[in-house]
T-cell receptor
Framework: NAGVTQTPKFRILKIGQSMTLQCTQD?????MYWYRQDPGMGLKLIYY???????DKGEVPNGYNVSRSTTEDFPLRLELAAPSQTSVYFC??????????????FGPGTRLTVL | LAKTTQPVSMDSYEGQEVNITCSHN???????ITWYQQFPSQGPRFIIQ???TKVTNEVASLFIPADRKSSTLSLPRVSLSDTAVYYC???????????FGAGTRLTVKP
């Protein structure tokens, strides 16, 4: 299993440009998440999905959009990039195990700079 | 998701045992307690999870008192490579909105 993969690893955008951050997991997990992490700070939840066709907002959804057409893929879209969106973006999938156990698996992250 | 409170930072020296406590006063009956570790420039990774009393794995131990309003992550004999941010999460059952707190930044010194 490759686990959770994210592309690209790095990207520089100009203000107003758009881009899609890709996230794919091969563990057949229903739950997937997008977080952003600013330097020296904790993770902030942007959007999450509990299954194909279902998405919901997290703490900081403004300026972002998501879709979940398949179990495997959960892309994050930035429509009009702003300097405030400069951050590291992490995608995660979540396994609900037996006896109530619960584990998130994170991708390696995408480092985005908006100039 | 139960709100959690952790120390912002901790320092330790190589070979010492480190205990990081997390307070979660409004933990629900079905909630599990989960700890994650994050190294710089990497995504968090699962360390340990428990419901009550004590859980131990190859990486850490997790101590949970009877009232479950707090938990303590114990790292035995830390090394420089244990320098990381440690996050405590509580409240996973029937909760899809997974939010992390600020975590505890552990610095291990030689």
């Amino acid at each position: 299993n490759a686990g959770v993969t994210q592309t690209p690893k790095f990207r520089i955008l100009k203000i107003g440009q758009s881009m899609t951050l890709q996230c794919t997991q091969d563990m057949n997990h229903n739950y997937m998440y997008w977080y952003r992490q600013d330097p020296g700070m904790g993770l902030k939840l942007i959007y999450y999905s509990v299954g194909a066709g279902i998405t919901d907002k997290g703490e900081v959804p403004n300026g972002y959009n998501v879709s979940r057409s398949t179990t495997e893929d959960f892309p994050l879209r930035l429509e009009l990039a702003a300097p405030s969106q400069t951050s590291v973006y992490f995608c995660a999938s979540r396994l609900l195990g037996r006896h109530g156990t619960d584990t998130q698996y994170f991708g390696p992250g995408t480092r985005l700079t908006v100039l | 998701l139960a709100k959690t409170t952790q120390p912002v930072s901790m320092d330790s020296y190589e070979g010492q045992e480190v205990n990081i406590t997390c307070s979660h006063n409004n933990i629900a009956t079905n909630d599990y307690i989960t700890w994650y570790q994050q190294f710089p420039s990497q995504g968090p990774r699962f360390i340990i999870q428990g419901y009550k009393t004590k859980v131990t794995n190859e990486v850490a131990s997790l101590f949970i008192p009877a009232d479950r309003k707090s938990s303590t992550l114990s790292l035995p004999r830390v090394s420089l490579s244990d320098t990381a941010v440690y996050y405590c999460l509580v409240g996973l059952d029937n909760n899809n909105d997974m939010r992390f707190g600020a975590g505890t930044r552990l610095t291990v010194k030689p």
